[in-house]
């Protein structure tokens, strides 16, 4: 018998995807009115609202310091519970009366901490502009959540998903797609209590660390500028090494064709070490990485992939257990359930081995979308944001769909590290 099985894990897993990366510089952008997508994640008053970024969910307890006078407000009302001239370290609980706090448990079960002067707040160790959000859940566990102004969460996203090194083209094109996406899911999660998780699960985001002078400064360069698409933002996909070629985003995840996620080619990556790569995995691993993902293989007796995209991908995968059972994958799902760093990307090749299976691939990340590392060698070839994003996502347009008020200061002790994408 043959079925395909796909499992809930994998199917959440896969939902979770990654994303962006673009720039363009402002005489480029027709000045136009917002779409309506846009229009719902965009205050009245012609200003984002506030990006809300889920910092840690279901916890137990955090730790929260802050070197500025703060007020902890009742987030239901804006009563506000408690007038800090500053927070020592302490832990933040759930009890069974409301959330601790501070050496004093507040009788409610959403706190807005709001540090003034511009302070960052400092949550297990990592610095965070904006206010903060504690959630008891019915589960007695505590939802962390920073709010901050949309270009104020740029300033780390940029600074996450890129290394500080690379030309300022390449920043500015991943602030306009990290723009894009952050519009797009504020719009799609405006009915949850929060719009970004602060992973690749939605786009890196790790506080004032990844910060950079440079990186702010291609962030202010594009304030307002995002990707539109038949008027409309769109999930703009991005990955770090394509290998060659950008995959059409319906080979890779359950999505119609797209125009601007049609897959291009691309002879920039070449610099990232992901740019072609091998793999030797045993049996037992991925046995074990599928037991772990919820399924009940045993072992395997063989493993193929009986289809290919266009270019090459690995678009399906049949495998059958020692038992007989046979099932088939996507290659995106193969990849998650293995995890990243054993298998970088969808496309590869598998041949058996004495030990297991030698994967021979091209490429980091899904392959959808603007290739980081591509963007990378375009911008240090002379090329713009703009012509970085028109070359991954044709028939996109680069449009200002707001002005920013305000640049954000740089907090105090602002740190400066290399760091980078993958
Ligand atoms: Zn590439």
């Not at 990849?335 to 299976?357: D, E, I, N």
């Amino acid at each position: 018998m043959r079925h395909r099985r796909r499992h809930p894990v994998l199917v959440a897993m896969l939902g979770a995807g990654i994303v962006v990366a673009l720039a363009l510089l402002p005489s480029c952008a027709r000045q136009v009115e917002p779409t309506h997508h846009v229009v719902r994640a965009i205050a009245q008053d012609g200003s984002p609202r506030l990006a809300r970024v889920l910092l840690m969910n279901r916890r137990e307890r955090f730790t929260l310091s802050a070197a500025a006078p703060c007020t902890v407000y009742n987030a239901v009302n804006e009563d506000p519970l408690l007038e800090l001239r500053s927070i020592a370290t302490t832990t933040v609980r759930p009890s069974a009366n409301g959330i601790a706090i501070a050496s004093r448990i507040l009788p409610h079960k959403t706190l807005r901490v709001v540090c003034h002067r511009d302070a960052a707040l400092t949550v297990n160790g990592a610095r965070y502009r904006g206010h903060l959000l504690i959630r008891c859940t019915p589960a007695g566990r505590l939802d962390v959540i920073n709010a901050l102004p949309l270009d104020d969460y740029l300033y780390s996203v940029v600074g996450s998903e890129t290394y500080h090194s690379w030309p300022r083209a390449a920043h500015e094109a991943q602030a306009i797609i990290a723009r894009t996406y952050a519009l797009w899911r504020m719009a799609s999660r405006s009915h949850l209590h929060f719009d970004l998780y602060a992973t690749v699960a939605d786009q890196r985001y790790t506080g004032v660390a990844k910060e950079a002078p440079k990186i702010r400064a291609a962030v202010d360069a594009t304030a307002g500028l995002v990707l539109l698409y038949q008027m409309k933002v769109f999930r703009c996909y991005y990955h770090s090494t394509c290998g060659g070629h950008t995959e059409a985003v319906e080979r890779v995840f359950d999505q119609p064709p797209l125009l601007p996620l049609t897959g291009v080619a691309c002879a920039y990556c070449g610099d990232s070490k992901y740019h072609r790569w091998s793999r030797e995995i045993t049996a037992d691993t991925i046995v074990g990485a599928f037991r772990r993902a919820g399924t009940d293989l045993v072992g395997i007796r063989s493993l193929e992939v009986t289809k290919r995209t266009p270019i090459g991908g690995a678009q399906q995968l049949k495998l059958v257990t020692t038992g007989g059972g046979r099932y088939t994958y996507r290659g995106s799902e193969f990849r998650l359930v293995l995890g990243s760093q054993k298998l970088p990307s969808p496309w590869f090749t598998v041949l058996a081995t004495s030990k297991g299976y030698q994967f021979d691939g091209r490429g980091f990340g899904h392959g959808v979308g603007l290739c980081q590392w591509g963007s990378r060698g375009m911008a240090a070839a002379g090329r713009s944001a703009a012509q970085i994003l028109q070359h991954y996502y044709p028939g996109a347009a680069l449009q200002r769909v707001y002005r920013s008020k305000r640049l954000a200061r740089p907090p105090p002790a602002e740190a400066a590290d290399e760091q980078g994408a993958t």
